[in-house]
C-alpha cells in the first residue's frame, strides 16, 4: 500500500507527496541472478561466489559464506528455518555495514619498523576544548581523542601560583588551567582503549629545573611500568610501534642548561630549520622548552627528568643548508609551524623527504588559527611528515581528512608510510612530490543509491515545503596530479535517491589518495549538508559496498548510508 507526507504551502495549500520505499535496485537483481543461476534462493554456495567475483574477496570457503548468512538472517529474520537469502534479503545484506563496509579494520601493516617509518595521529594543544585564546583546558578532550585513537598528546606545563604546582594551559592567552597530575591520570586510563600502540606525550615544557624534578617523579609514579625509559643507543634509531606495544613515551627538549653542559655544538644540525626560515620569512614558531623569566640560572635539572625523555626534540638555531643535512648519530624531533613547511617543501622538498627517513617531523597549525581550525595535511603527508598535529576540538574539510587517513591499519593510529617515501634510489635519490608520474591505478566508483535521512532528520529539516534534493560529491585528495572532483545529479523531492552514476579518478600516487565524500541538499540559496565520509583508497574493499555518512565533526549517522561500488584497475 503506498505512503504520502504532506508539506504545507503558504499557509493553506497541502502538498502530497509519495513516500519511496527500499527496494532492491535492477543491478543488484542481475547480480543476484548471475550467481544463483536464476534461482530464486541465493545458497551459502551462491553466496561464495558472490564474495569471490563480485566483490574480490580470496579465500573464501562455503563454510565462511554459511556463517556471514546465517549472521545477517538472524538480524533480519531471527525466525528463519534455512539458510539462504531471498532477493530482499540478499540487498538489505547489502546495506549492513558491520557485513559490508568499504573498509577492513584490521591493522595488517608491518609494526615493527622504526617509528619514524609511520604517519602517526597527532594533536595539537591537545587538552583544548574550544578556541586557542579563551576557551577552556579540560582532561575530557585528551580522553575524546585517545578513544578516537589519537597517539600524540601535546601537553603545555607552566609554573602555577603554588610552590610545587604544575597547570598545563595555553601560554599568554586567557584560557583556563588544568592540572598535569589530572591529565596524565586521564591518559594512564585511556592510552589503549583504542589501540594497543604507544602513546607519545609530547610536552611544551616552560618549567624551572625543581619543577621538572616533580614532573619526573609524578611520570614514573602515575605511569609505572608503562613509562618507556630509553636505555643506551636508543636513541640512534627509533624504537617500533610493536616494541612499543602498550607504552609510553615523553618527547621534548632538553633543558638549557643540561644543553649547555654538554656542550651546544654537539647537538645536530638537524634542529636548525625553523630558525633559518623565521630570518627568511619573518614567522612565528613554538618554543618546546623555553625558560621561564623567573628561572633560577644556578638551579639544574636532576637526570631523572632528561633520562625519562623517549625521543629527543631540537632546538631550532642553525642554517637551513645545514638543518636538513641527515648526519650518522641520534634521531631526533623536530617540530615546524604550517608555513614553514610550505615553504620549505617548496625550497627543499627531497631534503625533507630525506630528513623524515630518519627523524621525525612535527607539524603544528600557525597561530593565526584561533578557533581551532586545520590546515590541509596532503602536502605534509608527501614529504614524509610523520606527525601532522591537529585541533581535534573543531571540525572542517581537513579534520574530515585526517580521519580518512587514520581509518587505515585498523584504526589503530600508526600507519606505515609508503615504501618510496622510506627508500633511496642508486644515486640518493627520493621522492619528490613536484615531478609527474604516470598514472598507476585507476578507482572508478559507482555512487548507487542513498539512505536514512528519513529516519535521522525531521521532514522539513532541509526543505519545509517538498522532500529533499540529494546530490553526492566525490573529492580526490592527493598529490596535486591526482587532485580531482565530481558530483552526480540532483535527485529532486526524494528521501531516497536513486543516481546510479560511475566516476573515474586516474591515480599516480593511490597510497597517498583519500576519496572525500559528501552528499548536500540543493536549496535556492546556501545548500545543505547532509553527510560525509573520506576514506583512504589504499584500503578500499572493492566490489558493491555501503558507506556510513557521519555529521560535520565526523560522528555517524544513525542510519545514512550510500550504497555504492568500488573498482580498481
Known sequence: MEEYEYYTWLFFFKRKFKISKRKPLPEMIEVFNACTNNESQMSPDHFRRFLIE????????????????????????????????????FFNYLFLDKFNGPIDYKVHH??????????????????????????????????????????????????ASSKEGIHVLHGGTMTTPVELEECLTAIKEHAFV???????????????????????????????????HPEAGDHNEFPSPEALKHRILLSTKLP?????????????????????????????????????????????????????????????????????????????????????????????????????????LRVY??????????????RAW???????????????????????????NGKCGYVKKPDFLMSMGPNNEVFEPKVPLDVKKTLKVRVYMGDGWRKDFSQTHFDTYSPPDFYTKLYMVGVPADVRKVRTREIVDDWIPIWNQ????PLTVPELALLKIVVREHDAGKDDFAGQTCLPVSELKTGIRVVRLRDKKGKKFKSVKLLMRFMLE
Open 54 to 89: 563480485f566483490q574480490g574477496d580470496e579465500d573464501v570457503t562455503v563454510d565462511y559464506a554459511k556463517q556471514i548468512m546465517e549472521k545477517v538472517l538472524h538480524q533480519l529474520r531471527p525466525d528463519f528455518a534455512r539458510c539462504c537469502f531471498s532477493v530482499d534479503d
Open 110 to 159: 608491518d609494526m615493527t619498523a622504526p617509528l619514524q617509518h609511520y604517519f602517526i595521529y597527532t594533536g595539537h594543544n591537545s587538552y583544548l576544548t574550544g578556541n586557542q585564546l579563551i576557551g577552556g583546558c579540560s582532561v575530557k578532550q585528551i580522553i575524546k581523542s585517545l578513544k578516537k585513537g589519537v597517539r600524540v598528546i601535546e601537553l603545555d606545563l607552566w609554573p
Open 194 to 228: 583504542k589501540s594497543p600502540y604507544p602513546v607519545i606525550i609530547t610536552l611544551e615544557d616552560h618549567l624551572t629545573p625543581n619543577l621538572r624534578d616533580i614532573v619526573a617523579k609524578m611520570v614514573t609514579e602515575i605511569f609505572g611500568d608503562t613509562l618507556y
Open 256 to 360: 638549557k642548561e643540561h644543553l649547555d653542559e654538554i656542550n651546544g655544538s654537539q647537538e645536530d644540525n638537524i634542529s636548525s630549520l625553523n630558525h633559518d626560515l623565521t630570518q627568511l620569512f619573518e614567522i612565528d614558531f613554538e618554543d618546546e622548552n623555553e625558560d621561564v623569566a623567573n628561572e633560577n640560572p644556578g638551579q639544574k635539572t636532576t637526570p631523572g627528568y632528561t633520562q625519562l625523555i623517549g625521543i629527543h626534540a631540537t632546538k631550532p638555531d642553525k642554517k637551513l643548508s645545514k638543518a636538513l643535512t641527515v648526519e650518522s648519530g641520534k634521531a631526533k624531533r623536530l617540530s615546524l609551524g604550517e608555513q614553514t613547511l610550505e615553504r620549505a617543501a617548496s625550497l627543499y622538498g627531497t631534503d625533507l623527504v630525506r630528513f623524515t627517513q630518519k627523524n621525525i
Open 365 to 378: 597549525p600557525k597561530g593565526t588559527r584561533i578557533t581551532s581550525t586545520n590546515f590541509k595535511p596532503l
Open 382 to 408: 608527501m614529504h614524509g611528515v610523520q606527525m601532522v598535529a591537529f585541533n581535534m576540538q573543531g571540525y572542517g574539510k581537513s579534520l574530515w581528512m585526517m580521519h580518512g587517513m587514520f581509518r587505515s
Open 502 to 505: 560511475e566516476f573515474s579518478f
